[in-house]
Structure formats: structure tokens, C-alpha cells
């Protein structure tokens, strides 16, 4: 026994090769990077199921309606749980309700509205009721659903028919955007912000369609919901002069009006 000790304690002990303490790191890091990442994933899937029992079942897919009253009119609107895009997040409402109730302070009668991620389309909505030329843009899967809801919710009761186009945000701007053919009064953008690989893109179409000297109004609505999301509205002050509307803290929800830094 105590040789077989003494052999055992003579052998020569293993040494990690050059780097490979720093390739482990780096995979814990990965790994940790991922864990968040389903993590944040996790949070927004389990707010979009929490309205589940709102919908009415469907044959094919879940699907349902959900209503809503603003600018003197009911507004039903279809969502989907086939993409985050295709459903109603509470910055959209809570940005509905600011544009109703504050007519004075952002009049939105015959000015010209983008709005960014529209989803499905209650903010351009409600602004095609108070009197804007809207535009209404998101990814081209979205669309179908988007313009289902705009046609159904305007038509007949608007100054102007919005338009509906796709919009990939932070590609092609200058070619399918050029700024001396695209500019805009106001342009609105709701829950825009979450967990997603494209908030560099994001911020990049924000300057794009309000450069500086433009004059052109941004209203961002925003639930805080992941650290990232601050760190974006660190990133967009340095771009934009800033005004904090609104805050909804029970809501975790946030409104700003923007315009770009001379």
C-alpha cells in the first residue's frame, strides 16, 4: 500500500497547455451569455402566453381579438402568437392613450407619421384617427397581419389611408429611404426595445428618419423590462436631445420625445 502511495504521489501533474485557462473562460462566458439570453427569452414568451386568455380559440392557430376604444372609435384589433410582432405590447397602449390624451402638446392633424415596428398597428391606428398621414412599417412577415388591421380599423374613418411597407430596420436606408423623398413629422416606436440582436440596427434607423437639423418629433414608449434596455436609452441620449413624457411605474413603462443632437 505504501508503495503503491508513493507511486502515485510521484507522478508528474498535468499542465493545462498555454491558453487553455482562457479558452475555458471564455466558453463559462459563453455559456453564461446564452443562459441570459433564454433567460430574457423566457421573460418576454411568458408575458405574450399571460394573454392567452384573452383570445378566442381558432381552428388553425392561436389567434384572437382584443378591443379597444380611442379617438372616438372601438378598435379591434387581430393578434397572433406566431412572432412577437403579430401581438399588442403595453408600450403600444400606453403610447395610444398619451397620443389621445395630449392632442394639444403633440398634434398629430395633417402632419406625416412613420412608425417603426408597428406590429400590429395600433399606434398608427390611433394616429390615422387623429387626423395623420401614417405610415406604417415593420418586417414583411408582419405586414399581412399589419394591413389586415389598418384597413379594418380606418377605413371610411380617416382623413388619409395609411400605408403599410416593409421596413428592415438599419438595411438600405439610403437606398429604399433616401431622406429628401421619406421625411416625416413625427415618428412613433413602441416596445421597440427587448430582447433582440438588433438594437444597433434600431438606433441607426431612429437617426436615420430624424437626422439633425430635420425637425422631425421621435416618441419612443418603452416597457423596462432587461438591463440591455437601459443601456439602449443610455445610447440613445447621447444621440438625442431627451424629454421623459410620461412614466407609468407600475407598468415599468417609459415615453420620450426625442429629436436628434445638432
Sequence with gaps: MLMERSSALSQPVRQKPPGKKREDDKEVEEEGTAIKVMTDQRVMAKEALSRRNLWEPSVYYARGNESFHFAGHDISIR???????????????ALCQFLENNQQQVNLMDKAVLEIGAGTGL?????????????????????????????????????????????????????????????????????????????????????????????????????????????FTECFKSHFNTTLLTELPQQEIRIYKAMAKE
Design 79 to 93: 393578434e397572433s402568437m406566431d412572432t412577437y410582432g403579430a401581438l399588442i405590447w403595453p408600450g403600444a397602449i
Design 123 to 231: 399606434a398608427s391606428i390611433v394616429a390615422s384617427l387623429l387626423g395623420a398621414w401614417v405610415t406604417a412599417t415593420d418586417l414583411p412577415d408582419i405586414l399581412s397581419n399589419l394591413t389586415f388591421n389598418l384597413l379594418r380599423n380606418t377605413r371610411g374613418r380617416c382623413r388619409y389611408t395609411p400605408q403599410v411597407v416593409a421596413l428592415s430596420w438599419g438595411q438600405d436606408l439610403d437606398r429604399d429611404f433616401p431622406y429628401a423623398s421619406y421625411h416625416y413629422d413625427f415618428v412613433l416606436a413602441a416596445d421597440v426595445v427587448y430582447h433582440h440582436d438588433c438594437l444597433e440596427e434600431l438606433l441607426k434607423t431612429m437617426c436615420h428618419f430624424c437626422p439633425p437639423g430635420s425637425q422631425t418629433t421621435l416618441l419612443w414608449a418603452n416597457k423596462i423590462r432587461f438591463q440591455s434596455d437601459l443601456r
